[in-house]
């Protein structure tokens, strides 16, 4: 182990990475620097982040059950109410392997307590799709959630370093840019893009995510739209053009790189001796930030960790594959 000032360096810019590293100073009384870029509010967000997704194993459901009001509760104490927007998602299929993952998403949601409706495909719904509806889910806005962070994150002493200042006993690697800027070969990366647009037509939901097009778009209260999906900008464009029809003009665009697994599930484990990669979590990575910094603090429950565990790269992947948004 080499010589370090810190216990952890947590790189990432995300609002998982920002919670997980403030928590490990917080709540875990460990010494912690985070390399992360700054704020800003005219950048467009590289992800989305919601308490539900398109999910197909059990035991990720009851964890993301379990840690979401503790993590709701956290988030509320940080930053201000406008942080948290309570809302009914919509999901949509339109292939046959996509309705089979519908519908086993809406059949474990039931068992686990939710409401998880049929949302006939009527207005911008493409025809002859499939929808179900997730009743009161937490959508985060980032815009205001991220300075919130940062400035919790100071308050706390985390010091935001560069990467070469980061000398720590322990190196975590907290989405999907940091993992690939810093040379994990774990993963794949992928092209995706964020598109803002103006006013368009009113979705079925402030949050709608078309399965098989790896596409989700929000829609705030003015009705601008925002949307994240896989591919270069032509590619995310060209699909919410052809959702929102000719009444949105975009505003904005920025093309990024997520990381792929090659099974859909998240990956959590060590990539080298001391350092720990994440990545992969999709829109509920916040929400489980403090299972994540139990884990590392060697104070996780035994569910958390058997999670965890099943997640790593040493794992039996098969066991925990999932719907690769």
Wanted: proline share 7%; aromatic share 6%.
């Amino acid at each position: 182990m080499r010589e370090a000032g810190y216990a952890f360096a947590v790189f990432g810019s995300s609002p998982f990475a920002l919670l997980l590293a403030g928590l490990l100073a917080d709540r875990h009384r460990r010494r912690v620097c985070v390399v992360c870029r700054p704020h800003s509010a005219w950048r467009l967000p590289q992800g989305f982040d919601l308490s539900t997704a398109p999910l197909t194993r059990p035991p990720t459901w009851a964890l993301l059950k379990s840690v979401t009001p503790e993590s709701v509760k956290l988030i509320s104490r940080i930053a201000s109410k406008a942080t948290i927007e309570r809302l009914d998602p919509v999901f949509v299929a339109e292939t046959p392997s996509g309705r089979d993952v519908l519908g086993h998403m809406r059949h474990l949601a039931l068992g686990f307590g939710l409401a998880a409706e049929l949302q006939p495909p009527t207005g911008t719904l493409p025809p002859g799709s499939s929808a179900i509806r997730i009743r009161d889910a937490v959508f985060l806005n980032r815009a205001v959630l991220e300075p919130a962070l940062l400035k919790w994150l100071a308050e706390l002493g985390v010091v935001r370093v560069n990467a070469l200042e980061a000398a720590a006993e322990f190196t975590v690697l907290a989405d999907d840019t940091a993992v690939l800027e810093h040379g994990s070969r774990l993963l794949q990366p992928h092209n995706r893009a964020s598109i803002a647009a103006t006013r368009g037509p009113a979705l079925p939901s402030p949050l709608v995510t078309f399965l098989d097009r790896g596409l989700s778009l929000y829609q705030n209260a003015d009705r601008a739209v925002s949307a994240i999906g896989r591919g270069v900008v032509d590619d995310v464009l060209g699909q919410t053009g052809g959702i929102l029809g000719g009444e949105a003009r975009r505003t904005g665009q920025a093309a990024f790189v997520g990381a792929l697994t090659a099974d859909g599930a998240p990956m959590l484990g060590l990539s080298s001796p001391d350092t720990f990669t994440i990545a992969g979590l999709g829109v509920i990575g916040a929400f489980l930030a403090p299972t994540i910094a139990r884990f590392l603090a060697g104070e996780a429950s035994q569910a958390e960790a058997d999670w965890i565990d099943a997640h790593s790269p040493l794992a039996d992947r098969s066991l925990v594959a999932e719907f690769a948004l």
